[in-house]
Each structure stands twice: as structure tokens, then as C-alpha cells.
């Protein structure tokens, strides 16, 4: 199946190279599409400088302003003409050397959604809000689905594009990851999880995420279990 990678961008200049070359390393991409978010640094420059400096060229696209990780997803989702996307974070926390773990369960071919959880391998924590955030996000979906998942707000997801497309991304920002999660336990599609690696970074690092995205998360979850069902007709993805 042809993979396709969709790295979101905002300010990461210095993990831009690494993290391209660690995908391109791989050997299984098939396509990688990067969507800057209205980066201020020089990660513009960079990634011109990374398009074609090695295989599979990267295919760039641009938001002249800041609008956030699902509405990166949504316009990389747009480019996207493979069977499988992949969602790879900027930073060097998810460590491209799980794909071929991610890739495996799609042998079955009745798999449509794989997740890298972080929960199942012994891994560095970072601070003890965001650790125990992500593992109350989890239960929190389990309690609301009826679904058996250690790590909901893991940003290794792989899913059938075909699907993906189906559910119809609404949310701009981080809460891209719980309505994603949401739309597929309503429509009863299996998560299927393997164990991956995980570096977190500090917020002088570069770290991102706040405090107040898990409450969005929680009313996230909340919002599509309630008005996202059977006969709700989502948006197009754009």
C-alpha cells in the first residue's frame, strides 16, 4: 500500500532536516507533503532548500497565516494520492523508525486504522499535567465509545485515506487528534495499536500543546459523540 506522510509545520527550524531525513530514511513513503502553518522563523526557507534533496521529493504547501494542526490536515489531505496517511509531528518526538511497526497490522487488509501508542512500551514522561492529561483523554473516550484504547492523543495515527476523507475533518486545531478519534469509534471502526517510541520535548523546547487544549479535547470527545452520528452528513475535507 502506497504510504503517504503528512508533516504540519509551525516554527521548526531546528528539526525541519532531521525529521525530513529520518522519513526519507525510512524507504517507505511514498509521498511526504509538508503544510507550513504561517511559520515565522525560517522554516520556509529550509523546506525549499529540503524539496528536493532527497527521494520522495517533498510536496510543500502554505498558509500565508497560522491556523493550526487540523487545518494543516485538511489541506495536506487534499494533496494526498495514497492509500495510507500518515500523521508525522515536525519535532523529533515520534521516531519514523516505528513506521514499519505502524505498517504491519495493515497486512490484514480488513485494518483501516492503526495508532503508535506510547503507553504500551516504557518510555521517558514528560511533565506530569500533559502525561496524565493524555492518559484521562484516553479513558475518557474508552468511558464514551465503549473502546479499549491506551492512547488517544498519540500523534502516530495511520488510516485508510479513503476513510479519513469519509469522516470529514471539521476542527483547526489540536483538536484535530480527539475528533478524528471520535468520528471513527462512531462509526464502530476498530483501533488497532502498537507499541512506539517517544522522546517528549519541554516547552522551551518548542513544545506547543497547553493545559487548555485537553479541556477542548474532553468537549471534543463530548461534541461528536452527541451531534456526530449515523445521519450526520459531515463537510468535504479541504
Known amino acids: 500500500m502506497k504510504l503517504s506522510i503528512i508533516i504540519p509545520v509551525y516554527n521548526e527550524e ?40 532527497g527521494q520522495p521529493p517533498l510536496r510543500l504547501f502554505r498558509h500565508e497565516q497560522n491556523r ?11 494533496a494526498v494520492t495514497g492509500d495510507l496517511v500518515l500523521v508525522q509531528d515536525a519535532d523529533l518526538e515520534y521516531d519514523p523508525a516505528d513506521y514499519a511497526s505502524l505498517l504491519a497490522p495493515f497486512a490484514d487488509p480488513t485494518v ?34 465503549g473502546a479499549h484504547i491506551t492512547d488517544e492523543a498519540t500523534g502516530y ?13 471539521e476542527t483547526d486545531g489540536f483538536e484535530f487528534c480527539p475528533e478524528v478519534t471520535a468520528k471513527l469509534l462512531q462509526r464502530n471502526v476498530v483501533i488497532h495499536e502498537v507499541p512506539i517510541s517517544y522522546n517528549p520535548r519541554s516547552w522551551d523546547e518548542g ?3 497547553q493545559w487548555y487544549d485537553g479541556a477542548i479535547a474532553i468537549w471534543t470527545l463530548i461534541k461528536y459523540r452527541v451531534f456526530y452520528g449515523k445521519n450526520h452528513t459531515p463537510p468535504p475535507s479541504k
Open 157 to 169: 495515527k495511520v488510516i485508510n485515506t479513503d476513510l479519513l476523507r469519509d469522516i470529514g475533518l
Open 14 to 53: 531546528t528539526t525541519l532536516a532531521e525529521i525530513i531525513a529520518r522519513v526519507r530514511a525510512t524507504g517507505l513513503a511514498y509521498e511526504i507533503i509538508v503544510v507550513d502553518d504561517g511559520s515565522g522563523d525560517t522554516s520556509p526557507a529550509i523546506l525549499s532548500g529540503l524539496q528536493n534533496s
Open 207 to 209: 513544545k506547543k500543546i
Open 68 to 78: 493550526g494542526k487540523g487545518a494543516a490536515m485538511r489541506t495536506g489531505l487534499a
Open 112 to 145: 483501516q486504522v492503526v495508532y503508535g501508542s506510547r503507553n504500551l512500551r516504557r518510555n521517558p514522561k514528560s511533565t506530569f499535567t500533559f502525561y496524565w492529561g493524555g492518559r484521562l483523554l484516553s479513558w475518557f473516550a474508552n468511558r464514551l465509545y
